[in-house]
T-cell receptor
Framework: AQTVTQSQPEMSVQEAETVTLSCTYD???????LFWYKQPPSRQMILVIR??????QNATENRFSVNFQKAAKSFSLKISDSQLGDTAMYFC????????????FGEGTQLTVNP | NAGVTQTPKFRVLKTGQSMTLLCAQD?????MYWYRQDPGMGLRLIHY???????AKGEVPDGYNVSRLKKQNFLLGLESAAPSQTSVYFC???????????FGNGTRLTVT
């Protein structure tokens, strides 16, 4: 079975600064996908970024980028130029290839962006 | 385009009562899922379905049943609610096996 660990329950950052959220996972699979989801106070789960394990290039979506280290089983999320609207719970998630889109989630990191 | 809709949004039950949570999607997605979210534990998969008429157990299926009689609907039932089932329940759907999930807005269930 896969496990996903987010070791930072809470983090805070000043507006316009950069913050990195950590995620590690454990799997024996070679083909898989990794995701970061954002959950603002509205409770809606929003996909932030996705990484395919077979791709060496790190995924980027505007201010959001990842540092994917396959050998170390590490998948961190970097948020640049933090905005107040980035305040949310962030979940790292793992999906095994051909698993029917079943996600295994980490415990979450509550990020607060301060003005 | 409503996406994934969950009904109800909030519910309070007494121990031993039963209820059904309804999830409806209008995106013609094949795959549907029920997750529960508890503080400090992320989201955990309860049951899922890979197509109309099919269901399968996830990580934490005990105390829950599901049905997928129509492609667009996925029902989660609690036959005899327990306080341990107090949680926020999320439904999600996806078009195919490796597609990103679309989530509903959640149902907050409290069992007293």
């Amino acid at each position: 079975a896969q496990t996903v660990t987010q070791s930072q329950p809470e983090m805070s950052v000043q507006e316009a600064e950069t913050v990195t959220l950590s995620c590690t996972y454990d799997t024996s699979e070679n083909n898989y996908y990794l995701f970061w989801y954002k959950q603002p106070p509205s409770r809606q789960m929003i996909l932030v970024i996705r990484q395919e394990a077979y791709k060496q290039q790190n995924a980027t979506e505007n201010r959001f980028s990842v540092n994917f280290q396959k050998a170390a089983k590490s998948f961190s999320l970097k948020i640049s130029d933090s905005q107040l609207g980035d305040t949310a719970m962030y979940f790292c998630a793992f999906m095994k290839y051909a698993s029917g889109s079943r996600l295994t989630f980490g415990e979450g990191t509550q990020l607060t962006v301060n003005p | 385009n409503a996406g994934v809709t969950q009904t109800p949004k909030f519910r309070v039950l007494k121990t031993g009562q039963s209820m059904t949570l309804l999830c409806a999607q209008d995106m013609n997605h094949e795959y549907m899922y029920w997750y529960r979210q508890d503080p400090g534990m992320g989201l955990r998969l309860i049951h899922y379905s890979v197509g109309e008429g099919t269901t399968a157990k996830g990580e934490v299926p005990d105390g829950y049943n599901v049905s997928r009689l129509k492609k667009q609907n996925f029902l989660l039932g609690l036959e005899s609610a327990a306080p341990s089932q107090t949680s926020v329940y999320f439904c999600a759907s996806s078009y195919f096996s490796i597609a990103p999930l679309h989530f509903g807005n959640g149902t907050r269930l409290t069992v007293t």
